[in-house]
């Protein structure tokens, strides 16, 4: 059932034993009026599948895996998980909201994403995650504290839309390593600079006029491959750059549309093909 706290301290702590495998916390219902919710110990799994709305979230290194589910869960604090096991946050179409920030980096396991992850003009930042359904990442940026930054995206042909907000300036999206089996990417509302550095495999790619600057340029020698089996369209109001060295290689095999982006399109590798498609 659902957990309600009105105590004074309104703190819950949830443990079973550390390294204990099996040992697991699930609370299906929702949880509310707690200031500080604290996972230690807990060797099995912890699943949170309600709605969760606390002011501190702590997951500390002594919890094994953590399912975090609940559709419409709000935490306060900028919270780090750093379970040494798997996370999995979300659920497909589910909205949770990190009010200051969110960032996974530290997480021992597989991070899995799912639906919409938000933020209140802070900070997201992500490893490498996989995706177990279509997700949106949105920090509403107002300022620059909005970035979104990425490690390696493992796509299990789902879509992503990244947004940080429009027209704030130098409110960026990194993504550092490779894109693999992404459905189709889509950048909205970024007023920054979205930077892919790594090999990029996903279906379509589109950026409206929200979308300011974009850049495909990995730090890799001997080229990255770019490669989307649908259509690419660019309408984005900034610059524009394909390739960081003259090795990289792109693949529009549903066709490739800059026609309508507002600023300065460089091609720093010739390595263009498409499938019979216009570009």
Known sequence: GAITTDNSSRTLTLSTGNNIAGADITASGNISGVTTLTLADVGG???????????????????????????????AN???FVNDGTLTLGASGTTQ?????????????????????ASS???IQFGAVTLGSATIINTNATNTDGDIT????????????LSTGNNIANANITVS??????????LANVGGTTSFAGAISAAALSADNTVSNISFAGASASGNNYTFSGAASFASDGTLTFGNESADNFTF????????????????SSNFS???DAM
């Not at 390593?177 to 889509?186: D, P």
């Open 253 to 268: 095999n549903g066709g490739l549309t800059t026609s309508s982006v507002a600023g300065t399109v460089t091609l720093v």
């Open 274 to 276: 498409s499938s019979n």
């Open 78 to 80: 900028s919270v780090s």
């Open 45 to 75: 799994t912890a699943t949170l599948s309600g709605d969760v709305d606390v002011t501190t979230l702590t997951v500390g290194n002594t919890v094994a895996n953590v399912a975090f589910t609940g559709n419409g869960s709000s935490v």
């Open 177 to 186: 390593g490779a894109i693999s089996g992404l459905g189709n990417l889509t």
């Open 150 to 161: 990425f490690g390696a995206i493992t796509g299990g042909s789902n879509a992503l839309t």
């Open 121 to 123: 003009n802070k900070g």
């Open 97 to 117: 909201t990190y009010n200051n920030g969110v960032a996974t980096t530290s997480v021992g396991g597989t991070v899995t994403l799912n639906g919409t992850l």
